[in-house]
Protein backbone atom coordinates (compact mmCIF):
# COMPACT_ATOMS: atom_id res chain seq x y z
CA UNK A 1 0.00 0.00 0.00
CA UNK A 2 2.92 2.24 0.68
CA UNK A 3 4.72 1.16 -2.50
CA UNK A 4 1.66 1.92 -4.37
CA UNK A 5 1.06 5.72 -2.26
CA UNK A 6 4.62 6.83 -2.98
CA UNK A 7 4.62 5.97 -6.64
CA UNK A 8 1.21 7.84 -7.02
CA UNK A 9 3.67 11.18 -5.64
CA UNK A 10 4.00 13.40 -8.50
CA UNK A 11 7.93 14.06 -9.93
CA UNK A 12 8.42 17.62 -11.46
CA UNK A 13 10.88 17.13 -14.23
CA UNK A 14 13.01 20.16 -14.48
CA UNK A 15 15.41 21.09 -17.30
CA UNK A 16 18.40 23.28 -16.43
CA UNK A 17 20.04 25.41 -19.00
CA UNK A 18 23.45 26.85 -18.40
CA UNK A 19 24.29 30.35 -19.93
CA UNK A 20 28.19 29.40 -20.15
CA UNK A 21 29.77 27.03 -22.47
CA UNK A 22 32.84 26.65 -20.25
CA UNK A 23 33.88 22.82 -19.10
CA UNK A 24 34.93 24.40 -15.69
CA UNK A 25 31.71 26.87 -15.42
CA UNK A 26 30.96 27.94 -11.94
CA UNK A 27 27.29 27.87 -13.21
CA UNK A 28 27.55 24.62 -14.74
CA UNK A 29 28.97 23.59 -11.18
CA UNK A 30 25.40 24.86 -9.80
CA UNK A 31 23.97 22.99 -11.97
CA UNK A 32 25.45 20.09 -10.94
CA UNK A 33 24.92 20.56 -7.52
CA UNK A 34 21.78 20.76 -7.71
CA UNK A 35 21.07 17.58 -9.64
CA UNK A 36 23.17 15.63 -6.96
CA UNK A 37 21.04 17.31 -4.31
CA UNK A 38 17.77 16.13 -6.04
CA UNK A 39 19.58 12.59 -6.34
CA UNK A 40 20.69 12.67 -2.58
CA UNK A 41 17.93 14.59 -0.54
CA UNK A 42 15.22 15.54 -2.48
CA UNK A 43 12.26 13.43 -2.87
CA UNK A 44 10.15 14.04 -6.36
CA UNK A 45 12.11 16.07 -8.11
CA UNK A 46 14.54 15.00 -11.05
CA UNK A 47 17.21 17.85 -12.81
CA UNK A 48 17.94 17.33 -16.40
CA UNK A 49 20.87 19.30 -17.84
CA UNK A 50 20.19 20.78 -21.02
CA UNK A 51 22.88 21.07 -23.36
CA UNK A 52 22.47 24.33 -25.69
CA UNK A 53 25.91 24.09 -27.60
CA UNK A 54 24.77 22.41 -30.19
CA UNK A 55 21.82 24.74 -30.96
CA UNK A 56 22.59 26.98 -34.71
CA UNK A 57 21.78 31.27 -34.13
CA UNK A 58 18.64 31.81 -34.53
CA UNK A 59 18.06 31.93 -38.16
CA UNK A 60 14.18 31.65 -39.51
CA UNK A 61 15.78 30.30 -42.75
CA UNK A 62 16.26 27.30 -40.94
CA UNK A 63 12.79 27.00 -40.02
CA UNK A 64 11.56 24.77 -42.96
CA UNK A 65 7.62 23.62 -43.36
CA UNK A 66 7.17 24.39 -40.03
CA UNK A 67 10.19 21.96 -38.69
CA UNK A 68 13.27 22.91 -36.79
CA UNK A 69 16.73 22.19 -37.52
CA UNK A 70 17.28 18.56 -35.76
CA UNK A 71 19.46 20.25 -32.77
CA UNK A 72 16.85 22.65 -32.26
CA UNK A 73 13.65 20.35 -32.25
CA UNK A 74 15.48 18.00 -29.43
CA UNK A 75 16.07 21.04 -27.03
CA UNK A 76 12.41 22.35 -27.73
CA UNK A 77 11.12 18.61 -27.17
CA UNK A 78 13.28 18.51 -23.75
CA UNK A 79 11.82 21.84 -23.02
CA UNK A 80 8.35 21.11 -23.92
CA UNK A 81 8.31 18.08 -21.56
CA UNK A 82 9.29 19.49 -18.75
CA UNK A 83 7.29 20.94 -15.36
CA UNK A 84 9.46 23.63 -14.88
CA UNK A 85 13.35 25.15 -15.90
CA UNK A 86 16.29 26.19 -13.97
CA UNK A 87 18.47 28.53 -15.26
CA UNK A 88 22.06 29.26 -14.16
CA UNK A 89 23.05 32.73 -15.41
CA UNK A 90 26.69 33.93 -15.52
CA UNK A 91 26.74 37.98 -16.03
CA UNK A 92 28.07 38.93 -19.08
CA UNK A 93 28.49 42.60 -19.25
CA UNK A 94 25.46 43.39 -16.84
CA UNK A 95 23.24 40.79 -18.44
CA UNK A 96 22.52 37.35 -19.12
CA UNK A 97 24.72 35.69 -21.92
CA UNK A 98 24.39 34.88 -25.82
CA UNK A 99 24.10 31.69 -25.99
CA UNK A 100 21.48 31.66 -23.17
CA UNK A 101 19.50 34.64 -25.02
CA UNK A 102 19.79 32.26 -28.68
CA UNK A 103 18.26 29.33 -26.37
CA UNK A 104 15.15 31.50 -25.04
CA UNK A 105 14.87 32.65 -28.61
CA UNK A 106 14.91 28.78 -30.38
CA UNK A 107 12.93 27.70 -27.04
CA UNK A 108 10.08 30.92 -27.98
CA UNK A 109 9.56 30.31 -31.66
CA UNK A 110 6.00 29.29 -32.26
CA UNK A 111 4.33 27.49 -30.20
CA UNK A 112 6.67 29.12 -27.00
CA UNK A 113 7.84 26.26 -25.59
CA UNK A 114 8.37 27.95 -22.07
CA UNK A 115 4.96 29.62 -21.43
CA UNK A 116 3.32 28.92 -18.62
CA UNK A 117 6.36 27.09 -17.01
CA UNK A 118 7.60 27.78 -13.24
CA UNK A 119 11.29 28.83 -13.02
CA UNK A 120 13.93 29.56 -11.21
CA UNK A 121 17.62 31.73 -12.12
CA UNK A 122 20.72 31.05 -9.55
CA UNK A 123 24.30 32.41 -10.61
CA UNK A 124 27.70 32.68 -9.77
CA UNK A 125 30.34 35.31 -10.26
CA UNK A 126 32.33 38.22 -9.45
CA UNK A 127 30.90 41.68 -8.61
CA UNK A 128 26.76 41.03 -8.43
CA UNK A 129 27.14 37.35 -8.61
CA UNK A 130 24.95 37.68 -11.82
CA UNK A 131 22.21 39.54 -9.99
CA UNK A 132 22.42 42.02 -13.11
CA UNK A 133 21.56 38.94 -14.97
CA UNK A 134 18.95 37.66 -13.45
CA UNK A 135 17.14 40.88 -13.41
CA UNK A 136 17.51 40.77 -17.10
CA UNK A 137 16.30 37.74 -17.35
CA UNK A 138 13.25 37.92 -15.22
CA UNK A 139 12.25 41.01 -17.89
CA UNK A 140 12.13 38.61 -20.46
CA UNK A 141 10.64 36.13 -18.75
CA UNK A 142 7.62 38.05 -18.64
CA UNK A 143 7.07 38.45 -22.58
CA UNK A 144 8.00 34.39 -22.43
CA UNK A 145 5.02 33.99 -19.41
CA UNK A 146 7.71 32.38 -17.18
CA UNK A 147 6.20 32.06 -13.92
CA UNK A 148 9.50 32.51 -11.36
CA UNK A 149 10.00 32.22 -8.17
CA UNK A 150 11.02 35.48 -6.42
CA UNK A 151 12.35 34.25 -2.90
CA UNK A 152 14.67 32.49 -2.39
CA UNK A 153 17.24 34.34 -4.55
CA UNK A 154 20.59 32.84 -4.80
CA UNK A 155 23.84 34.92 -6.31
CA UNK A 156 27.06 33.31 -5.46
CA UNK A 157 29.66 36.02 -4.83
CA UNK A 158 32.44 33.49 -6.56
CA UNK A 159 35.66 35.43 -5.28
CA UNK A 160 35.06 36.22 -2.18
CA UNK A 161 36.67 33.86 0.68
CA UNK A 162 36.19 30.91 1.65
CA UNK A 163 36.58 29.12 -1.63
CA UNK A 164 32.42 28.43 -2.91
CA UNK A 165 34.27 26.28 -6.02
CA UNK A 166 37.23 23.95 -6.78
CA UNK A 167 38.92 24.69 -10.28
CA UNK A 168 37.04 22.03 -12.28
CA UNK A 169 33.76 24.85 -11.15
CA UNK A 170 32.15 22.30 -8.69
CA UNK A 171 30.36 23.45 -5.89
CA UNK A 172 32.34 22.41 -2.77
CA UNK A 173 30.68 25.46 -0.12
CA UNK A 174 28.26 23.67 2.33
CA UNK A 175 26.57 26.71 3.01
CA UNK A 176 25.50 27.42 -0.80
CA UNK A 177 25.08 24.10 -0.97
CA UNK A 178 22.26 24.53 1.84
CA UNK A 179 21.25 27.64 -0.55
CA UNK A 180 20.94 26.01 -3.44
CA UNK A 181 18.90 23.27 -1.51
CA UNK A 182 15.95 25.41 -0.70
CA UNK A 183 16.15 27.36 -3.84
CA UNK A 184 14.95 23.52 -5.52
CA UNK A 185 12.66 23.21 -2.81
CA UNK A 186 11.14 26.01 -3.74
CA UNK A 187 10.79 25.42 -6.83
CA UNK A 188 9.06 22.18 -6.28
CA UNK A 189 6.54 23.53 -4.35
CA UNK A 190 5.83 26.40 -6.68
CA UNK A 191 5.49 23.93 -9.81
CA UNK A 192 3.09 21.53 -8.18
CA UNK A 193 0.84 24.66 -6.52
CA UNK A 194 0.61 25.56 -10.39
CA UNK A 195 0.24 22.38 -11.60
CA UNK A 196 -2.88 21.80 -8.88
CA UNK A 197 -4.59 25.17 -9.85
CA UNK A 198 -4.81 23.91 -13.42
Known amino acids: MEAAA???KP?????????SLRKASMNGGLIRSAI???????E??????VDIAPLPFVNTDLEVNGTFPEPVEAFRQTIRGADAILFASPEYNYSFTGPLKNAIDWAS???????????AIISAGGGFGGGQSQHHLRQVGVFLDLHFINKPELFVHAFQP?????????????????????????LKAFTLRLQNKC
Open 11 to 19: VVKVAALCG
Open 109 to 119: RPPNVMADKPA
Open 6 to 8: LAM
Open 36 to 42: QLCDESI
Open 162 to 186: PPKFDRDGNLIDPEIKERLKQVLLS
Open 44 to 49: GMTIEY
